[in-house]
């Protein structure tokens, strides 16, 4: 080994000196790839102005992140879509005032439940 270190050395001294004539470049290299290293883009917080619509439909999409759900595709349109409708349809049921009202209510929800299902 003491023979390896010698027979090293001296071929660096042996091997003639590079004048610098510019900047050198040095590289590193580390464990982890560029895309391990990424972090989630920000996702600011929100506030809902007085007056505004208490429940407004961005916030339908409040659970998505990026790599979970975003960037969309159209199984999340859909998602959309569908919860846009939902909420169309339950503003659309009659109020319970009364046992009437009620049970063409429970019917209304009951055949959408069907059709959601199917």
Request: glycine share 4%; hydrophobic share 35%; proline share 8%.
């Amino acid at each position: 080994a003491a023979e390896a270190r010698a027979a090293v050395a001296a071929a660096k001294q042996a091997e003639p000196a590079e004048a610098s004539t510019g900047p050198k470049t040095t590289g590193t290299q580390t464990m982890y790839r560029e895309s391990e290293a990424q972090t989630l883009p920000y996702t600011p917080d929100y506030v809902i102005p007085k007056g505004a619509n208490p429940e407004p439909e961005i916030l339908s999409l409040a659970n998505l992140r990026h790599g979970k759900g975003l960037p969309l595709t159209m199984e999340e349109v859909e998602v959309v879509e569908r919860a846009r409708f939902k909420k169309k349809f339950l503003a659309s049921l009659p109020p319970i005032t009364d046992e009437a009202s009620f049970a063409l209510r429970k019917r209304m929800m009951e055949e959408q439940e069907l059709r959601e299902y199917r």
